[in-house]
């Protein structure tokens, strides 16, 4: 207090890197994040578009970092990858708020843009195949975005479990099962804690050398 005043803290967060890849700086991060206790630091909102220009975005998970990108999985018959097949390019977010060893309330947020590759069912096999079986279930059972009844689901859900649980029945890989990878050509990391005002790292990728390059460019 100073003449009945409270003083109110402030100050700047630091992004400190020295690497030359954005890729370097996010599996840092996503580490830091696994070791807290945030329940699902895979989990990411991506975004497409239409031929229309319709935007929309919806929460899927990381299923692998690769050297240019990120891949997830979906259903082939669902909207985003009817607006892929439109459009060819997304963004993803992914949101880290936590509390870190030191008591420090930390912001980060990766916002990630870039071309968006369908890959080819031998690329995502091992990605199926290590999927627990109510996933695997899951993915032969919903039609994403398709009006059905409690009773129906149950029934089609029934079907498909009783010769898993009762036979050992493997289910394979559903024709409808893709995986996309977003290649990166944006990465913009942003990061702040408790009351500091927040630093920003974005990363291009020169389309001619394909090197990064990256400048702060603050919150
Ligand atoms: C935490 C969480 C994780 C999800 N992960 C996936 C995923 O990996 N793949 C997927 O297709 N849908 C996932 N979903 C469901 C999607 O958010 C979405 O409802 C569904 O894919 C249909 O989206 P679309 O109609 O925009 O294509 C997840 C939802 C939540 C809440």
Not at 145 to 167: F, I, M, Q, S, W
Request: net charge negative; hydrophobic share 35%.
């Amino acid at each position: 207090m100073e003449n009945g005043k409270t003083i109110e803290p402030s100050g700047l967060a630091q992004i400190k890197f020295d690497g030359d890849s954005p890729f370097e700086l996010f599996q840092s991060w996503r580490k830091d994040a696994i070791n807290t206790d945030l329940v699902l630091p895979d989990a990411l909102t991506f975004a497409t578009c239409n031929g229309d220009g319709k935007v929309t975005a919806r929460t899927v998970r990381l299923r692998r970092i690769e050297p240019d990108g990120f891949v997830i999985m979906t259903d082939r018959r669902s909207r985003k990858a009817r607006d892929l097949a439109e459009v060819p390019s997304g963004a993803m977010v992914f949101l880290w708020c936590y509390v870190d060893d030191e008591g420090r309330t930390v912001n980060r947020q990766v916002r990630v843009e870039g071309e968006v590759l369908e890959l080819q069912p031998e690329q995502y096999q091992d990605l199926y195949d290590a999927e627990p079986l109510f996933c695997k279930i899951r993915s032969h059972i919903c039609q994403q975005g398709k009006a059905l009844t409690g009773n129906e689901h149950k029934r089609h859900h029934d079907e498909v479990y009783g010769p898993c649980n009762n036979e050992g029945l493997e289910l394979p890989m559903p024709p409808h099962f893709v995986a996309y990878k977003l290649v990166a050509n944006i990465m913009d990391f942003y990061y702040a804690y408790d009351e500091l005002i927040g630093d920003r790292l974005l990363f291009v990728l020169d389309p001619d050398t394909k090197k990064w390059k990256y400048n702060h460019v603050y919150a």
